[in-house]
């Protein structure tokens, strides 16, 4: 894993909701943390976060 | 009488990327200012001065990163400049992001461990406070132990405070650092720091977890023994460090940071729906696109126009008031419309240069990037490397030094090889002159032939690059990761004034960097058509064809004759590419001088002579073969001394500079070769 995901602030347990997304399983466009922060990421990136999904 | 000598300070400004150090770099420092690279992303270092209260103080502007830990060449460039030249500046300016507070505070963090004397800046507070955030910068202050100053960059706002406190020194030292070493690895770390005699616990901590260059202390890492290896996995060390630290800021955010409980969304949110849609994303991108196209070549119209009847008069007027005889042929024939030819396209590469720098400090290419990602991927590229191949349209030189922000080595190695394939701003002189030259003024659907011949060269030059990189691919070696992680900046509202005084700046230099050769090639081939070998020539008589013919400069071109005839090319054209080598744009220069050295129609333009230009036997010289054949030339082949230059200083490797140079060259030949060919 990347250690840059660690370092913009999205640790383990850190909740995200998926804005968009590139076509044909492009990268995800996030927003994750209290103050909304927006980073772009690939799927294969992005598994490594525990997704659980929020009610 | 007061000692009126000028106190001498240096700073540093550091920061996450998007946070804004540039522009307050711009505001801070009004004269004096090296910028270091092309477009708005800062990947090398800038350095400016400004003068306060008798103070002469000088800024360096380093690029943005997240971590003292460098992922990529540019955030290299920044932990080294940090680390190693810690003697030559007295403190930093750390501007932190009011919107992504907490990730600012991580490098914050890291810098005051390493006993760096900080000042902290909080941009763009304003900002945050519309979006509902309200930070207690007191409070904030308090808990770190640290100078905190706000500002909003863009409106000027909080410049001069800033100035003030660092003239009064208002630099925080911490006494205690913010991240305890774990337990486990306290031994090694007392081991070594009485090793080298470091006191500061945590940079030698950083040596142990850094895996890559860190600074001067690397050596000591050699000196290190199995046994202490052993407990050193140094990706394993920072993501623990940065775990505990972010447990430390999540600490400090809650009792600094308050939020209102409704989120206003931002203008970014509302243009990211359009910007990034499926579909919308890219019909947007297109339309940007053409946009800048249809401006560069038809908006510029105006200015090349008034350009051309400009050197046509200096032309006319110094060819009738400079004594007759070859010099004036060669000035007014030969240098003036050489050096025309290029100033010419001035408002184009300025146009183009304009746009670029607005998309970029606008925080849209984040955009494009995440766009192409996908579609890059399959030629063993990185959404990051559209970023060059689009900028790579002005000068492929700013292009190659951005590819530093790219984090995987093949991604950007790839990368730097297959940009100077993009149709950069040289290669339009070239192109315009063999396009008029060989394609009619003919419409297809209203659109003109020319126009889409030279929209073919910019789609030949585009997809030469992707299938090179897809060639690329199967040849380098894979190594590290390859990821997208990136920051997806709020839009800013570009720096129209600053951008285009940085696009005039660049146009200049362009100009006069081009001109100086031009000056010098015109030179060199008056002597060398002006001398021949001694019996057949006389020196004082007025130039005729059959005299031309017998200078150096003829013998030279017929030596390379075999070589360029199965392209289509006479030992003009031949002369004309050779020196083309120096410097694509050089060609229409050489070109008008050689025209003009054998010249009883000097009334004519370069272009009427060329296309009237016959062979013995009655053919033009300028066929529709032979000028699709410099045009493919000029498409693939390498010819820019500086680019090379820049190759090799990227890649650090003879032998990717060597493999470029020969690959394009052996294509450009071939390609041009069977295109004369077939089409003669």
Request: include cysteine.
């Amino acid at each position: 894993m990347p250690n840059k995901i660690i370092e913009m602030g999205l640790l383990p347990e850190t909740s995200f909701v998926i804005l968009h997304q590139a076509p044909f399983s492009g990268p995800l466009y996030i927003e994750y943390g209290e103050e909304k922060t927006r980073v772009a990421l690939r799927e294969e990136e992005a598994r490594f976060i525990f997704v659980e999904p929020e009610n | 009488m007061p000692n009126s000598a000028k106190k001498q300070k240096h700073i540093l400004l550091v920061g996450n990327p998007n946070v804004g150090k540039s522009t307050l770099f711009n505001l801070l420092c009004n004269k004096n200012q090296k910028t270091g690279n092309y477009a708005g992303v800062t990947v090398a270092s800038h350095e400016g001065t400004y003068l306060y209260k008798d103070e002469e103080v000088e800024i360096v502007d380093l690029p943005g990163s997240y971590s003292i830990y460098p992922t990529s060449e540019d955030e290299a460039i920044f932990t080294k400049y940090l680390i190693e030249e810690q003697e030559k500046y007295s403190g930093v300016i750390y501007i932190a992001d009011a919107l992504n507070l907490k990730r600012s505070l991580l490098l914050y963090q890291q810098i005051k461990d390493l006993g760096i004397p900080v000042l902290m800046v909080i941009n763009q507070v304003d900002l945050a406070e519309k979006r509902g955030l309200h930070i207690d910068s007191k409070k904030l202050s308090e808990l770190l132990g640290q100078n905190i100053l706000e500002s909003n960059a863009k409106k000027n706002i909080g410049i001069d405070e800033i100035r003030e406190s660092i003239f009064k020194d208002e630099f925080s030292v911490s006494d205690k650092p913010y991240f305890d070493i774990p337990s486990e690895n306290l031994g090694l770390v007392f081991k070594i720091s009485r090793q080298i005699e470091e006191k500061n616990f945590y940079k030698v901590w950083t040596l142990i977890a850094a895996d890559t260059y860190l600074g001067k202390l690397e050596s000591v890492k050699t000196q290190l023994n199995q046994e202490d290896r052993k407990c050193m996995v140094p990706k394993r060390l920072q993501v623990q460090e940065t775990i505990r630290r972010y447990q430390q800021i999540d600490g400090i955010i809650t009792q600094t940071i308050s939020k209102k409980p409704q989120f206003k969304e931002l203008l970014t949110e509302k243009l990211d729906k359009v910007l990034v849609h499926p579909v919308l994303g890219y019909l947007v991108f297109g339309i940007i696109l053409l946009t800048i196209f249809q401006s560069v070549f038809f908006i510029a119209e105006y200015p090349m126009n008034w350009i051309d009847a400009a050197f046509a008069w200096l032309s006319e007027t110094s060819r009738t008031w400079l004594p007759e005889g070859p010099l004036n042929s060669l000035i007014s024939d030969g240098i003036i419309p050489g050096i025309g030819g290029i100033v010419i396209f001035a408002p184009q590469i300025g146009i183009l240069l304009y746009f670029l720098y607005l998309l970029e400090d606008s925080g849209y290419m984040a955009r494009v990037i995440f766009l192409m990602d996908r579609f890059l991927r399959p030629f063993g590229l990185n959404g990051k490397s559209i970023v060059p191949l689009v900028s790579g349209t002005a000068c492929a030189i700013p292009a190659i030094m951005s590819t530093r922000n790219i984090e995987n080595v093949k991604e950007r190695l790839i990368t730097i090889l297959i940009t100077p394939f993009m149709t950069c701003s040289a290669r339009l002189p070239v192109y315009s002159i063999i396009i008029a030259l060989i394609f009619s003024d003919g419409t297809f659907f209203g659109v003109k032939y020319k126009a889409i011949a030279l929209l073919g060269m910019y789609f030949l030059g585009f997809a030469t690059s992707l299938i090179a990189a897809f060639i690329l691919k199967y040849f380098i070696k894979n190594t590290g990761k390859t990821f997208l992680v990136m920051d997806l900046p709020t839009y800013k509202m570009p720096l129209w004034k600053y951008d285009l005084k940085l696009v005039l700046g660049k146009v200049w230099e362009f100009i006069t960097g081009a001109g100086k050769i031009i000056l010098a090639v015109s030179v060199i081939l008056w002597f060398l058509s002006y001398f021949g070998p001694k019996d057949d020539f006389h020196i004082l008589e007025h130039h005729s064809d059959v005299k031309l013919e017998n200078s150096y400069l003829a013998k030279i071109g017929k030596q390379m004759e075999p070589v360029i005839s199965p392209l289509g090319y006479d030992w003009k054209m031949g002369v004309g590419i050779l020196t083309s080598f120096a410097a694509r744009e050089v060609f229409v220069g050489t070109m008008s001088t050689l025209y003009s050295l054998d010249d009883d129609a000097p009334e004519k333009s370069v272009i009427e002579k060329m296309r009237s230009d016959v062979k013995p036997n009655g053919e033009k010289v300028f066929s529709f073969a032979t000028g699709l054949s410099i045009l493919i030339f000029y498409a693939f082949a390498m010819q820019c001394i500086s680019t090379i230059a820049v190759v090799y200083r990227e890649t650090k490797s003879w032998k990717w500079t060597a493999i470029q140079l020969v690959f394009m060259s052996g294509l450009a030949y071939l390609a041009s070769m069977l295109v004369y060919q077939f089409f003669k």
